[in-house]
């Protein structure tokens, strides 16, 4: 699905990931957390990469955990 149904799906409660992905991505607060398969949990608006989570974003294979 594109990122416009998966932030629906959070704004829900919903976990979302890729399918590639051992982590994913859900709201806390005002803000979406990135939980990492390293066990690192980063907010969107703090990134270690902002191209690599845009280009997330644009992806179209986005799943409810």
């Known amino acids: 699905m594109?990122?416009?149904k998966a932030l629906e799906l959070m704004k829900q409660g919903k976990k979302v990931k890729r399918p590639h992905w051992?982590?994913?991505w859900q709201?806390?607060?005002s803000t979406v957390m990135m939980y990492c398969k390293d066990g690192r949990v980063l907010d969107i608006r703090n990134p270690d990469d902002v191209?690599?989570?845009l280009e997330n974003i644009a992806a179209e294979d986005w799943e409810i955990v």
């Open 2 to 4: 594109k990122f416009v």
């Open 22 to 24: 051992s982590g994913f």
């Open 51 to 53: 191209i690599y989570t």
């Open 27 to 29: 709201i806390e607060g």
